[in-house]
């Protein structure tokens, strides 16, 4: 049984394999309309059974999109309409009556440590579609969406400008299993995780922590960020944004990248915050492309768990 819960868990061939599957699926249905099956449907016998007990647009309609392309059945479970929600039953318990019902689960979820404790009485495999910790499924789409555009990453750089935060986890994981340079600019008080800059360094991976943007962002192929403020953060608002003014995307900081960089942006956008209008609607915004790149990312992972 295989779960894709972080990308430091998944041997490299394994991910080369995923984004390379993804990149051919998507080629092989580029005339065909979104609701449509791939001619290759490997999944019309299965049911994904997909778990929010942190809300959703682009996991929960890229997922439902996914599994339906691959000519699956889904169920969303709202814990707050269940007994397991409600405390009810346990962890346990829901686990073992839910790998009765299905053949693979997607949680997103607040607290990484849940999501772990989820997975550990489950006989069938799951996906981690977000936890506080990290954000694996998106930065596999962003590394599709970077390749499609820019080629291989390998040795490529990536600057992440602000908080070092679940995305950023991901990230790390993945500089060190695909090989590519990250730059990351953030105020000292919001470094990213020690444990994970501790493996990777443990990887050889190359990652310079600054608390300079125009360094990060200095020649690089790629610039990224996310919401400065994160839904159901519990933090002081006005200070965190204070603390993260000088670290947002704008022109400046795009013109001190090569001159094709892309900027991505994982989504939901605070305009005018953490990415002005004219990046996120310039020339150089692979955003759109990003959150399509979801639905096919996302395909290939559940493709590779079941398989």
């Known amino acids: 049984m295989k779960n894709f819960i972080n ?21 092989k249905r580029s005339n065909l309309n979104k609701s449509a099956i791939d001619p290759e449907a490997y999944l019309t016998d299965k049911i994904l059974i997909m778990i929010f007990e942190k809300s959703s647009t682009r996991t929960r309609i890229s997922f439902e999109l996914a599994m339906k392309q691959l000519g699956g059945q889904l169920v969303v479970l709202n814990p707050k309409e269940s007994h397991y929600g409600s405390g009810d039953e346990s962890v346990h318990d829901t686990a073992k009556v839910l790998s009765q019902y299905g053949d693979i689960v997607m949680m997103r979820t607040t607290k990484h440590e849940h999501f772990l404790e989820f997975s550990k ?10 936890t506080n910790l990290s954000h694996p499924c998106q930065i596999m789409s962003d590394i599709m969406t970077f390749e499609e555009l820019k080629g291989p990453i390998t040795n ?9 935060n679940n995305v950023v986890y991901s990230l790390i994981e993945a500089s060190a ?12 008080q919001l470094t990213p995780n020690k444990k994970i800059l501790n493996w990777a360094k443990s990887k050889k991976a190359k990652i310079l922590i ?3 943007p125009n360094k990060a962002a200095s020649l690089a192929d790629c610039v990224m960020t996310d919401k400065w403020i994160s839904m159901g953060d519990k933090v002081n608002k ?9 670290y947002q995307v704008n022109n400046k900081i795009m013109k001190l990248a090569k001159n094709d960089a892309i900027f991505m942006h994982c989504l939901p956008a605070s305009r005018g915050e953490e990415v ?11 955003v759109w492309l990003e959150a399509l790149n ?14």
């Open 7 to 27: 990308i430091a868990d998944i041997e490299k061939k394994d991910l080369r394999k995923i984004i390379d599957h993804a990149k051919s699926q998507k080629e």
């Open 121 to 130: 009485h489950l006989d069938i495999p799951i996906i981690n579609g977000l």
């Open 156 to 164: 490529k750089k990536i600057a992440w400008l602000g908080d070092g």
């Open 177 to 188: 299993q695909f090989n590519f340079e990250l730059a990351i600019a953030c105020p000292k």
């Open 210 to 212: 600054t608390n300079d």
């Open 238 to 246: 006005k200070k965190k944004k204070k603390l993260l003014k000088p």
């Open 276 to 286: 002005t209008d004219e990046v996120m609607d310039g020339k150089q915004s692979a």
């Open 294 to 307: 979801r639905v096919h990312a996302q395909k290939s992972i559940i493709e590779w768990c079941l398989k």
